[in-house]
């Protein structure tokens, strides 16, 4: 039998399965303090992978300010919406606007996602490399990134 197949399953569903932790702690985090289900999580993710695209891309920033840049506007960008339209929400509704919430992250889902294909178009956007590093791990190649990636999805984990 080749080992090698479920050997690169095990690494590729670990270095994987940390950036989806990574978005769960944070929709879990979302979910504790606020009371509700964000179901416009991933468009902030979103938002944050293109942030360090452009970032990266265009304006040819370092691969961990690029990641920097796209942390800070993902988090202005949750600001923002928590001030414009969280705040009066929970001002109006005052104890049963978990509901209303509801509604709200569902159309907000809707409403950004269609921004995204109106302003970028249904183009994929993607960085093939940041760093031009691999490591060797039970045979198979791993890039810098994933490697990367995966460590700080466990540092964020790590610090909730």
Same mark, same amino acid.
């Given at each position: 039998?080749?080992?090698?197949?479920?050997?690169?399953l095990v690494v590729t569903g670990l270095?994987?399965?940390? %950036?989806?932790?990574?978005?769960?702690?944070?929709?879990?985090?979302?979910?504790? @303090? #606020? /009371?509700?289900?964000?179901?416009?999580? *991933?468009?902030?993710?979103?938002?944050?992978?293109?942030?360090?695209?452009?970032?990266f891309v265009t304006y040819g920033l370092?691969?961990?300010?690029?990641?920097?840049?796209?942390?800070?506007?993902?988090?202005?960008?949750?600001?923002?919406?928590?001030? %414009?339209?969280?705040?009066?929400?929970?001002?109006?509704?005052?104890?049963?606007? @978990? #509901? /209303?919430?509801?509604?709200?992250?569902? *159309?907000?889902?809707?409403?950004?996602?269609?921004?995204?294909?109106?302003?970028?178009?249904?183009?994929?956007?993607?960085?093939?490399?940041?760093?031009?590093?691999?490591?060797?791990?039970?045979?198979?190649?791993?890039?810098?990134?994933?490697?990367?990636?995966?460590?700080?999805?466990?540092?964020?984990?790590?610090?909730?």
């Open positions: 039998m080749d080992w090698t197949i479920p050997q690169n270095l994987r399965g940390g %950036l989806y932790a990574l978005m769960a702690v944070g929709l879990a985090l979302v979910f504790g @303090v #606020m /009371n509700i289900c964000h179901f416009a999580h *991933g468009e902030f993710y979103v938002l944050g992978a293109y942030a360090a695209y452009f970032a370092n691969p961990m300010l690029a990641i920097i840049v796209a942390a800070l506007l993902s988090f202005l960008a949750g600001a923002i919406t928590d001030r %414009l339209l969280f705040h009066p929400l929970r001002k109006r509704s005052k104890g049963d606007w @978990v #509901m /209303n919430a509801f509604l709200l992250t569902a *159309g907000l889902s809707v409403v950004i996602q269609s921004v995204y294909r109106l302003v970028f178009g249904n183009r994929y956007y993607g960085i093939t490399e940041y760093w031009h590093a691999t490591f060797n791990i039970f045979g198979m190649t791993v890039s810098a990134d994933r490697m990367m990636a995966f460590a700080i999805a466990m540092a964020a984990i790590r610090t909730r």
